[in-house]
């Protein structure tokens, strides 16, 4: 089989791995990728030439292509998607388990011969910026040149992740293979303790980026427990006050809770005059370590965005819009018929026709909708107008503030301070949100999601709640942690809260918190602001709202409290103590 490098490969490890699963899927030549801009046009001009990709109007979206994924193909498939420890208890009652042998055996016979008639390209990438000693780099092998396209915006790619890597075996092996896209030989396997990820069957993002959700998160999650950092699933935004002083947050929310909002956040007017700036270092993923100063500091290990289009507008995310006007990727959007691109929720009408999704005719008499729920669009982060100068920055930036939010129409009030970090690791382990009818049809069951990171865990969650704790104990001066709900509604189901740009205010007093200057409360829950600690200049809330959205009801509470023991009888006897303990105490203040 031929061998085109483009990068050059003197890591003896790296270059046997590649040998042997090249052994395996038996492709008619292997390519080491470079990462260049060269390369992109090349492989770009292949995959047009094969269907694989579309060219989209070069004077509107320069740099733009069109992708449209198989229709059984378009979102993570997190029933297929297994954690194969050696011990079934060591990835815990949260995630899809399978043997590590059968798992190889099974796979194996999907991965042999698959590679026929097609490239495998290797792609060496680092997660993290170049230089971090919190980086990590892997190797990915994929027959998709889409895949190769994405890594190259979403990861730093090529002889740089080599020059990291040096002669050390120590990275991320991850196979990928579209085989035959068919879902019943559809598997994504992690192998934490052997640091290996194999994917076949998908095409998708989530499944074929090796990168991003299953290393940065699910690899990640173990490497940080079994090394002492964390790897998360938050935004990593930096607010400037009018002093050009910068604090940072890290926030983790659930999906469909405004994240990928939140971290390009654009001031309202009445802030923004007054000399307020926020700056994007990550939409998605953050990795956290102590530094030498007592403060946790947080990279965000990828280079891109990998954003959800549909609800995508001006007035939701304009930075975003702004992002991706050149050298982006659309997966699965809707095809106007001058070669631009359209989805549901985004400014202005719809377009008289355009081709969908699925490739089909389209209206907006059509009964389907025009671009997949799940679209995307994969872009440079930077080119985001917020993009902060320190996204790069291998030391990564210090955090003050931790927020984990989710989206209640009651219970939770718009902002609480929890009453130290051992409660604050409680809340986040118990954050949850209600469902819309978009997502199941069912409206207002609540799903638990710890940290935001149920799907992403690569081992126990007991244990991994019990990480949180170590952690704090580690950092003398731990960030705060917060909880936020932009959600509250009235009687009538209205949202009180104005949400989007007008969330600064909300991070404003979080910030003031951990300055020990904001105002705020004393309830059973922890710190919640005082009538008059907002800044609500420019929007009208009456006092009677205000009051509705911090509020704390001990009914309501009493009832939440008594769901979360449910949720931990699925954690089982893993369930750190402290946890019981916490619990105790807050059912006892609400008592009394």
């Known amino acids: 089989m031929k061998v085109e490098n483009h990068v050059s490969i003197e890591n003896k490890a790296v270059a046997k791995w590649v040998e042997e699963m090249a052994e395996l899927c038996q492709p008619d030549q292997v390519v080491y990728c470079d990462g260049s801009e060269k390369e992109k046009e090349r492989l770009t001009h292949q995959a047009l030439t094969t269907g694989e990709v579309e060219l989209l109007n070069q004077e509107k979206l320069p740099g733009c292509i069109y992708h449209r994924s198989n229709p059984n193909d378009v979102a993570r498939t997190e029933h297929l998607t297994f954690i194969c420890t050696r011990k079934k208890d060591d990835a815990g009652p949260t995630n899809n388990w399978m043997d590590p042998k059968e798992a190889y055996e099974k796979l194996a016979d999907i991965f042999k011969d698959s590679m026929k008639g097609r490239t495998m390209y290797a792609i060496a990438f680092i997660m993290g910026p170049a230089g971090s000693p919190l980086s990590k780099v892997g190797i990915q092998l994929t027959d998709s040149i889409y895949v190769v396209l994405n890594m190259r915006i979403m990861t730093r790619m090529g002889q740089v992740a080599l020059k990291q890597l040096g002669s050390s075996d120590h990275f991320t092996k991850c196979l990928h293979g579209k085989a035959d896209l068919n879902i019943d030989r559809r598997f994504i396997c992690h192998f934490p303790e052997d640091n290996t990820i194999w994917s076949v069957?998908?095409?998708?993002?989530?499944?074929?980026?090796?990168?991003?959700?299953?290393?940065?998160?699910?690899?990640?999650?173990?490497?940080?427990?079994?090394?002492?950092?964390?790897?998360?699933?938050?935004?990593?935004?930096?607010?400037?006050?009018?002093?050009?002083?910068?604090?940072?947050?890290?926030?983790?929310?659930?999906?469909?809770?405004?994240?990928?909002?939140?971290?390009?956040?654009?001031?309202?007017?009445?802030?923004?005059?007054?000399?307020?700036?926020?700056?994007?270092?990550?939409?998605?993923?953050?990795?956290?370590?102590?530094?030498?100063?007592?403060?946790?500091?947080?990279?965000?290990?990828?280079?891109?965005?990998?954003?959800?289009?549909?609800?995508?507008?001006?007035?939701?995310?304009?930075?975003?819009?702004?992002?991706?006007?050149?050298?982006?990727?659309?997966?699965?959007?809707?095809?106007?018929?001058?070669?631009?691109?359209?989805?549901?929720?985004?400014?202005?009408?719809?377009?008289?026709?355009?081709?969908?999704?699925?490739?089909?005719?389209?209206?907006?008499?059509?009964?389907?909708?025009?671009?997949?729920?799940?679209?995307?669009?994969?872009?440079?982060?930077?080119?985001?107008?917020?993009?902060?100068?320190?996204?790069?920055?291998?030391?990564?930036?210090?955090?003050?503030?931790?927020?984990?939010?989710?989206?209640?129409?009651?219970?939770?009030?718009?902002?609480?301070?929890?009453?130290?970090?051992?409660?604050?690791?409680?809340?986040?382990?118990?954050?949850?949100?209600?469902?819309?009818?978009?997502?199941?049809?069912?409206?207002?069951?609540?799903?638990?999601?710890?940290?935001?990171?149920?799907?992403?865990?690569?081992?126990?969650?007991?244990?991994?709640?019990?990480?949180?704790?170590?952690?704090?104990?580690?950092?003398?001066?731990?960030?705060?942690?917060?909880?936020?709900?932009?959600?509250?509604?009235?009687?009538?189901?209205?949202?009180?809260?104005?949400?989007?740009?007008?969330?600064?205010?909300?991070?404003?007093?979080?910030?003031?918190?951990?300055?020990?200057?904001?105002?705020?409360?004393?309830?059973?829950?922890?710190?919640?602001?005082?009538?008059?600690?907002?800044?609500?200049?420019?929007?009208?809330?009456?006092?009677?709202?205000?009051?509705?959205?911090?509020?704390v009801d001990k009914n309501e509470w009493r009832e939440e409290l008594a769901s979360h023991v449910e949720f931990f009888k699925k954690i089982g006897e893993c369930l750190p103590k402290k946890i019981r303990e916490i619990h105790a105490s807050l059912t006892n203040h609400f008592q009394s």
């Not at 604090?247 to 971290?263: E, H, M, V």
Request: one cysteine or more; aromatic letters at 10%; glycine letters at 12%.
């Open 201 to 551: 069957g998908s095409g998708y993002g989530g499944n074929a980026l090796l990168g991003k959700k299953c290393l940065a998160l699910r690899i990640g999650s173990y490497l940080g427990h079994t090394q002492g950092w964390m790897a998360e699933h938050m935004l990593i935004v930096g607010i400037e006050n009018p002093q050009g002083e910068i604090r940072y947050i890290a926030a983790a929310f659930p999906s469909q809770c405004g994240k990928t909002n939140l971290a390009m956040l654009v001031p309202p007017d009445v802030l923004k005059k007054k000399g307020y700036k926020v700056w994007t270092v990550g939409d998605d993923i953050a990795w956290l370590q102590p530094g030498p100063d007592g403060r946790l500091w947080a990279v965000n290990p990828e280079a891109g965005f990998f954003g959800v289009a549909p609800g995508t507008s001006s007035k939701s995310n304009p930075n975003a819009l702004a992002t991706i006007q050149r050298n982006t990727i659309f997966t699965n959007v809707l095809k106007k018929q001058d070669g631009t691109v359209w989805w549901e929720g985004m400014d202005g009408e719809p377009p008289a026709e355009g081709i969908n999704w699925k490739g089909e005719h389209w209206t907006p008499a059509s009964k389907e909708k025009g671009a997949h729920p799940n679209a995307r669009f994969t872009a440079p982060i930077s080119q985001c107008p917020s993009v902060s100068s320190e996204y790069d920055n291998p030391k990564g930036v210090p955090i003050s503030a931790i927020v984990f939010g989710g989206r209640r129409a009651r219970v939770a009030p718009l902002v609480y301070e929890s009453m130290n970090w051992d409660h604050g690791v409680y809340v986040g382990a118990t954050m949850a949100s209600e469902t819309t009818a978009a997502a199941t049809g069912q409206v207002g069951v609540v799903r638990r999601d710890p940290m935001a990171m149920l799907p992403f865990l690569g081992y126990h969650a007991g244990d991994y709640f019990q990480h949180w704790f170590n952690m704090g104990s580690k950092v003398k001066n731990p960030p705060k942690i917060f909880h936020v709900n932009w959600f509250r509604t009235d009687e009538s189901g209205k949202y009180l809260w104005p949400g989007f740009g007008e969330n600064l205010r909300v991070l404003l007093w979080i910030l003031e918190r951990c300055e020990k200057k904001g105002k705020g409360t004393q309830t059973p829950i922890g710190f919640v602001p005082t009538q008059d600690a907002l800044n609500l200049e420019g929007i009208s809330l009456t006092g009677a709202q205000v009051e509705k959205l911090l509020h």
